[in-house]
């Protein structure tokens, strides 16, 4: 398996930038997930890997070798798309040796290698069906099987399980990432969803408006979001975000003054922050109290209870929501009055003009013990 280089890649569809200037190494058999909104140019930097789209301007290296100039056929990556793109009217068998046959392989070598790849994905007694006697489920496992006999050197997946219920999509998700540990194939995945980026990836690629904002393991992006973009597209609920003003900053912290009170947040670069700041809180990281200690109070406008967790949804005024995340037994209802104080040492602080992190007391000793 081969590792994927990608040096100021860029894209312009005429006069239109899509993909500015994306550097980035990717390891051999590394599971790398780009995530981000519809529109951000996932497709189209995955399209570029594949050699489907032209790279207006930047060098991409497969298995050390360039290749932004070779057509598709000549990169060795397979590509699963979210519609499938099977032959209707051949086998699944036919469907999965297709492109060895169009290569002048063996028919044994086909046959061994298709028999290999439904024996992974479980595919043995639906050989002889035709796509459409088949779920979408797998249809999907098809199209994976479909790559895996060529033996590529990379995996391009673009939103795979886009296309299924949501129960299937978690069992395919589960199947992939098992697939992952069975082959260690170089694999570079694409999906708006976040739980799949989080559960599927080494590491994840957070996109926005063809920039990268942040690479970093899941739980990296999501203990420590560079940016409040990230910070609000990792995690479900989304993390709640709010102004601030800066009542006192100090060496060992900062004092802000939050909706109901003031929240003493442990800072390393107390100085820089002063005026106003972007408070985020997970809805993990804030837990019912008293008045006298809260951060924010208001009233219950909805509960959720989905068994494993309960979330409120406060709502503390000026059309600003908090949400919380309840004790998973908690008796509380709608219209209920509430306060909730934070986990200042789970405090997200962030830039109000750039939106860019400032750091936190838990990185900087983090930091301080790694020098
Ligand atoms: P994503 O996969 O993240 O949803 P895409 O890579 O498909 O986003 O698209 C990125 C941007 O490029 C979008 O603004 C889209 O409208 C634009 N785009 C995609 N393909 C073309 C094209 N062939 N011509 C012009 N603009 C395109
Ligand atoms: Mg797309």
Redesign the pocket.
């Known amino acids: 398996m081969a590792a994927i280089e990608l040096r100021n890649i860029r894209k312009d569809?005429g006069s239109?930038n899509?993909i500015r200037s994306i550097s980035l190494a990717i390891a051999s058999g590394e599971f790398v997930v780009l995530v981000?909104p519809?529109?951000?140019?996932?497709?189209?930097l995955l399209r570029m890997l594949a050699g489907l789209e032209e790279i207006t301007d930047g060098d991409l290296a497969i298995g050390g070798r360039p290749v932004g100039h070779l057509p598709p056929a000549e990169r060795n990556v397979a590509m699963v798309f979210q519609d499938y793109a099977l032959y209707p009217h051949m086998s699944v068998a036919e469907n999965m040796g297709f492109g060895l046959k169009m290569r002048n392989s063996a028919q044994a070598d086909i046959d061994a290698r298709v028999s290999d790849a439904a024996a992974i994905l479980k595919l043995e007694p639906y050989l002889d069906r035709r796509p459409g006697q088949l779920s979408g489920g797998q249809r999907q496992r098809v199209a994976m099987g479909r790559a895996i006999v060529r033996q590529p050197e990379a995996f391009l997946f673009d939103e795979p399980l886009s296309n299924l219920d949501a129960a299937l999509r978690v069992e395919m998700r589960l199947e992939i990432a098992k697939l992952h540990r069975r082959i260690r194939a170089t694999t570079v995945y694409?999906t708006h969803d976040q739980v799949e980026a989080m559960t599927l990836a080494d590491r994840i690629v957070v996109m926005n408006g063809g920039n990268v904002e942040q690479v970093g393991a899941p739980m990296e992006l999501y203990h420590a979001p560079a940016t409040l973009f990230v910070a609000q597209f990792i995690g479900s609920p989304t993390m709640n975000v709010v102004e601030c003003a800066v009542l006192a900053s100090r060496p060992e912290g900062i004092v802000l003054e939050v909706q109901a009170g003031r929240a003493d947040i442990p800072v390393v670069r107390a100085g820089a922050a002063e005026g106003r700041v972007t408070l985020g809180m997970r809805p993990e990281d804030l837990s019912p109290c008293t008045l006298e200690e809260a951060w924010f109070s208001g009233t219950l406008s909805v509960v959720e209870r989905l068994g494993s967790q309960t979330f409120g949804y406060l709502d503390i005024g000026r059309d600003q929501m908090i949400t919380v995340e309840l004790p998973r037994d908690s008796r509380v209802e709608v219209g209920d009055s509430l306060s909730v104080a934070g986990n200042a040492a789970h405090a997200h602080l962030f830039d109000v003009s750039s939106g860019r992190r400032m750091a936190t007391a838990g990185e900087g000793s983090a930091a301080r013990n790694a020098a």
């Open positions: 569809y239109v899509v981000g519809s529109g951000c140019g996932k497709s189209t694409v």
